[in-house]
């Protein structure tokens, strides 16, 4: 199983760019990379998924280098509500995700 | 979207009773669920694998005994914590993956147990 390294915190402010980086050394040819969003009291929400390259959707962006041992999520312009820990996971989803310590990312007003 | 559901949303139960949590996918089928475990301020904590007609595979550390897990159908996976103890009060999430699909789980809401 591929362990991942994050930020253990973050501080941004309302309208900014936030970029988390996740390190994931021995990911396997079949694993995809995961992110995760989780509020207290809540079970985590998915954000973006993808293998390679570059992923875009409706909240977030998903960036992979070639060598897939990093990937940095992109979110756009945060809020105060994007205040949460953001979870990043490697796999292929049909086994067993082990969660890192997650990036704790904090939006000041 | 995949949606799992989980009951009860929370519970207090007395120190030295069980509890059951269920965790449902509701719009799809589930060959596999897990189950986690989260303390305060800390990351999520695989507890344990659940296959669908199988026994469960639990992780390392975890008692099978005081842990029991059901998964009797392709939409429902059942935790039950014997004989709870004060300790065992914490946040329990279960993920559910699809039957067929792209490779991804998706996550009930959680259950707040307190034992007292």
């Known amino acids: 199983l591929a362990k991942t390294t994050q930020p253990i915190s973050m501080d941004s402010y309302e309208g900014q760019e936030v970029n988390i980086t996740c390190s994931h050394n021995?990911?396997?040819?079949?694993?995809?990379i995961t992110w995760y969003q989780q509020f207290p009291s809540q079970g985590p929400r998915f954000i973006i998924q993808?293998?390679?390259t570059k992923v875009t959707n409706e909240v977030a962006s998903l960036f992979i280098p070639a060598d897939r041992k990093s990937s940095t999520l992109s979110l756009p312009r945060v809020s105060l509500s994007d205040t949460a820990v953001y979870y990043c996971?490697?796999?292929?989803?049909?086994?067993?995700?082990?969660f890192g310590t997650g990036t704790r990312l904090k939006v000041l007003a | 979207g995949a949606v799992v559901s989980q009951h009860p949303s929370w519970v207090i139960c007395k120190s030295g009773t069980s509890v059951k949590i269920e965790c449902r996918s509701l719009?799809?089928?589930?060959?596999?669920m897990f189950w986690y475990r989260q303390f305060p301020k800390q990351s999520l904590m695989l507890m344990a694998t659940?296959?669908?007609?199988?026994?469960?595979?639990?992780e390392q550390g975890v008692e099978k005994d005081k842990f029991l897990i059901n998964h009797a159908s392709l939409t429902l996976s059942t935790l039950t914590v014997t004989s709870a103890h004060p300790e065992d009060s914490s946040f329990y999430i279960c993920?559910?993956?699809?039957?067929?699909?792209?490779?991804?789980?998706?996550f009930g809401p959680g259950t707040r147990l307190t034992v007292t």
């Open positions: 996971l490697v796999g292929d989803g049909a086994y067993k995700y082990i």
């Open positions: 993920s559910a993956r699809e039957l067929a699909g792209a490779y991804e789980q998706y």
């Open positions: 719009d799809f089928q589930a060959t596999t």
């Open positions: 993808g293998y390679k």
């Open positions: 659940s296959n669908e007609g199988s026994k469960a595979t639990y």
């Open positions: 021995n990911i396997a040819t079949n694993d995809y």
